[in-house]
């Protein structure tokens, strides 16, 4: 009647799943072929939102290590990861230019094509949403200075507090900005 898409990664989550399963007239659940593909592209989704009027790190696509005027566009700390993957894989935070060959040698492991955002210090937070209705804001509190993938993967590497402990006027506007991007 129904497959419970439950893949995580790579094909379950880049539409190439559901773009089969669409071709087949198979209800599924979870995204679309198109919303899954846009999502995974992390440029694609940078533009998307940045033409809508939602702040998003300075951002640069590159499949060659940048020039320095494209990395003084960005200023460190900054972030170096695969465009195409999820779950922090080929992750690195870069604090200074001495750090940039070895993180982007790290991503181009996985793709050519890498993305260096602005690192910004803050909370990691989630909004769930399903269909058009938002869920609590879920804290997610790292053992390590990031959200990584052994933060996500190793069993008491992160806590997770759900309502998260913010301000009940940031948290509509949190989740009107989460919406907002959903209906994208």
Known sequence: DLIFNGLHGGDGENGNIAAYLESLGV???GSG???SRTCMDKNL??????????NTPKWLLTET???????EYLDFPIIVKPNDLGSTIGLSL???????SAAYNDASKFTDSIILESFIRGREIT???IGSKSFPIVEIIP???LYDYECK??????EYFCPADIDTALVSYIKDVALKIHKL
């Open 27 to 29: 209800l599924f659940t």
């Open 33 to 35: 072929e198109i919303s």
């Open 45 to 54: 989704s940078k533009r998307i939102v940045s033409e809508n009027g939602i």
């Open 65 to 71: 290590l940048l020039t320095k005027n494209q990395i």
């Open 94 to 100: 870069v604090k200074d230019k001495k750090g940039l």
């Open 127 to 129: 909004v769930p949403i």
């Open 143 to 145: 053992k390590n200075d």
């Open 153 to 158: 993967y190793t069993d008491g590497m992160s």
